[in-house]
């Protein structure tokens, strides 16, 4: 087993806060229902990947560009909140693995029900 760096550690800090700052925080109507699902931080901790779904996947670009957008408010959040030396630079990505879950799901049951 792998030993847990720092870097995941302060990874999962950073999942719980950007996820909060913007259900609670970012007050932009053009956001919809979004999950952080994943903050990979860099050994250095100075860029985090910021993983995001939406639930209508067909709003993930548009929404990607909002939250670009409002990137150095959320950084601006996270110094308040949390106890870094340095706040990362934050990078937003699209997460499509709920999508490509629900996909693969799909075609487990479908191959079931031919079964039967």
């Known amino acids: 087993m792998l030993p847990y760096r720092r870097s995941q550690r302060v990874g999962d800090l950073l999942r719980r806060e950007v996820s909060d700052i913007i259900l609670t925080r970012v007050k932009d109507p053009r956001i919809g229902f979004i999950t952080v699902t994943d903050v990979e931080l860099s050994d250095d901790l ?20 909002v939250l670009r957008r409002a990137t150095g408010f959320i950084r601006h959040e996270l110094a308040m909140s949390v106890d870094l030396r340095r706040i990362p630079a934050l990078e937003f990505f ?12 799909g075609i487990l049951r479908q191959i079931k029900e031919e079964e039967s």
């Open 46 to 65: 100075k860029v985090a990947r910021v993983y995001v779904s939406v639930l209508n996947s067909d709003q993930i670009e548009h929404t990607l560009k």
């Open 94 to 105: 699209g997460d499509r693995s709920i999508e490509y879950g629900s996909k693969i799901d």
